[in-house]
């Protein structure tokens, strides 16, 4: 099991906005009983990040967990698995170091294949959006925490982590220290938070229509725009001879749902 990445950079200036408070609103459906939030002082995550060992500023080649060496898997090839990325210059929208674990920890997971979820929200100080595609691999750890490592494909996480970062007390919420500890060691982001979601492939497909919204907006196109009420608008009248179809095409199913979604609300009001 290696470490690789295949990211497509999307255009500099898409902003998440609409889709971050769509995540805000399915995790406001989610009930207090299975949903745990988290938020502490910098001298707390300094003390534990420390207790497990995690290096600040290295990056590079990931660090290697063995398959004998592995006390839980996040989203292997047979289980559901999402990796969402999205950012905006509405600081506001961006509770910075809030963490959001949804289902089980590591600890009840433990020996076990887990379907997975993680999104990493990100709001970067004005004029810095385009940084994001710099930042992107800061969420896999690389080469930061020894016993967590992560293969990546576009839209899906392959974590292992190791017996020994397990018995060191690591779970959802030291994982999040740790990305949210990445990103914020650039200036350029002004707020990182974290949402986490573990346990059966159920519970992480209910985020699944959010991920493929966020991925395929992500891509390539450079004519399509998400509006501020959560649309998506191309000026280019002529689709068959537009360089960008294929990448809108994988949007249209996206785009017919937001709009029943949006007349949905509209009647509502």
């Known amino acids: 099991m290696t470490e690789t990445t295949d990211e497509k950079k999307p255009p500099a200036g898409i902003d998440f906005a609409p889709l971050i408070r769509e995540l805000r609103e399915e995790l406001e459906k989610t009930g207090a009983e299975a949903r745990r939030s988290f938020?502490?002082?910098?001298?707390?995550k300094q003390r534990a990040l420390a207790r497990l060992g995690f290096r600040p500023g290295r990056e590079g080649g990931g660090l290697i967990v063995p398959a004998e060496q592995t006390a839980v898997e996040l989203g292997p090839p047979s289980q559901e698995s999402l990796d969402i990325v999205m950012s905006t210059g509405n600081a506001e929208l961006i509770r910075d170091g809030a963490i959001t674990v949804i289902g089980p920890d590591l600890a009840a997971l433990r020996g076990k294949r887990s379907a997975f979820c993680q999104a990493v929200l990100i709001a970067f100080c004005p004029g810095q959006a385009a940084k994001l595609f710099e930042l992107m691999n800061r969420r896999f750890l690389f080469n930061r925490l020894p016993g967590y490592m992560v293969r990546s494909v576009p839209?899906?996480?392959?974590?292992?982590?190791?017996?020994?970062?397990?018995d060191a007390g690591f779970g959802f919420f030291e994982l999040g220290l740790a990305i949210h500890s990445a990103y914020r060691e650039d200036p350029a982001v002004a707020a990182c938070e974290l949402v986490f979601c573990a346990g059966?492939?159920?519970?992480?497909q209910r985020f699944s229509k959010l991920a493929a919204q966020s991925q395929a907006l992500s891509r390539k196109s450079r004519k399509l725009e998400l509006e501020s009420d959560g649309t998506y608008s191309c000026d280019d009248l002529?689709?068959?001879?537009?360089?960008?179809?294929?990448?809108?095409d994988e949007l249209r199913d996206l785009i017919k749902y937001r709009r029943e979604l949006k007349k949905q609300r509209e009647s509502e009001a």
């Not at 938020?39 to 707390?44: H, K, P």
């Not at 059966?200 to 992480?204: A, I």
Request: aromatic letters at 6%; one cysteine or more.
């Open 200 to 204: 059966e492939s159920e519970s992480v």
């Open 238 to 248: 002529d689709c068959e001879s537009c360089d960008e179809k294929t990448y809108c």
């Open 39 to 44: 938020q502490v002082s910098d001298d707390e």
């Open 155 to 166: 839209g899906r996480l392959w974590v292992r982590v190791s017996h020994e970062l397990m």
